[in-house]
Nanobody
Framework: QVQLVESGGGSVQAGGSLRLSCVAS???????MGWFRQAPGKEREGVAV????????YYFDSVKGRFTISQDNAKKTLYLQMNSLKPEDTAMYYC?????????????????WGQGTQVTVSS
């Protein structure tokens, strides 16, 4: 079982930036790692997914060109650099891990989830 702990959330004004981190413990070799988010009253939606050893990289439309996902396998850490933030990016952000995902990736494929970190963007 993979344990995931997110950090880096906070409050920022529109146009600002934040960098989220997710530290994994347990066996994570060749796992697909992703970021998802959920705003109050809305369904969980995908942000980005990566598995560098498989050259797998996917961004959901709402964040393309603004967010960058990356991973440091030696540190077992997943990152999400968020630039040009908008109020609609306000949500709880979750890190997740999966042994396999399709293309495009689906939240249902991920079986390990962190507790989340809150991102709030004010206008």
């Amino acid at each position: 079982q993979v344990q995931l702990v997110e950090s880096g959330g906070g409050s920022v004004q529109a146009g600002g930036s934040l960098r989220l981190s997710c530290v994994a413990s347990g066996y994570t070799y060749n796992y697909y790692m992703g970021w998802f988010r959920q705003a109050p009253g809305k369904e969980r939606e995908g942000v980005a997914v990566i598995m560098s050893s498989d050259n797998y990289l996917y961004y959901f439309d709402s964040v393309k060109g603004r967010f960058t996902i990356s991973q440091d396998n030696a540190k077992k850490t997943l990152y999400l650099q968020m630039n040009s933030l908008k109020p609609e990016d306000t949500a709880m952000y979750y890190c997740a891990a999966a042994g396999y995902v399709g293309y495009p990736p689906r939240a249902g494929s991920f079986n390990s989830w962190g507790q989340g970190t809150q991102v709030t963007v004010s206008s």
